[in-house]
């Protein structure tokens, strides 16, 4: 089995795909992905928890089995949310939290601080 695995991430084609992800969220600070990754995570729990309920049983989960089912569906979304594709929830959440155009060319902690000053000259002008 580690065979397989070490060939598969020896693979120039994989590996060339991870660099360009890797590239894609370059210049996003952590904080945003942070938060991208987790609201992804809760709405893929929520969708995991409701297709669960929409499965039939013979006998009702005991209150032990329902709280394990719900530790699992958590890690399969925690799972599912740091995938490269995930569900692409995290790529519209950063698009609206952190659009593309500040993101380009420009290290993490100016960034930041440019998209502060741009919130903060938007909420001065709605004050006024």
Do not use: C, W
Request: net charge neutral.
């Amino acid at each position: 089995m580690s065979n397989k695995l070490n060939s598969l991430t020896n693979n120039p084609a994989y590996q060339a795909r991870a660099r360009q992800a890797a590239a894609k969220y370059e210049n996003v600070p952590k904080e945003y992905m942070d938060v991208a990754q987790g609201m992804e995570t809760q709405f893929i729990n929520h969708m995991l928890n409701e297709m669960r309920k929409t499965v039939k049983s013979s006998e009702p989960d005991s209150s032990a089995s329902k709280y394990y089912k719900g530790l699992v569906d958590h890690e399969r979304a925690k799972i599912m949310a740091t995938t490269d594709n995930g569900i692409g929830l995290k790529d519209v959440i950063l698009d609206q939290i952190y659009p593309k155009h500040m993101r380009v060319g420009m290290p993490s902690k100016h960034a930041i601080n440019a998209y502060q000053q741009e919130v903060d000259s938007k909420q001065g002008d709605g004050n006024e």
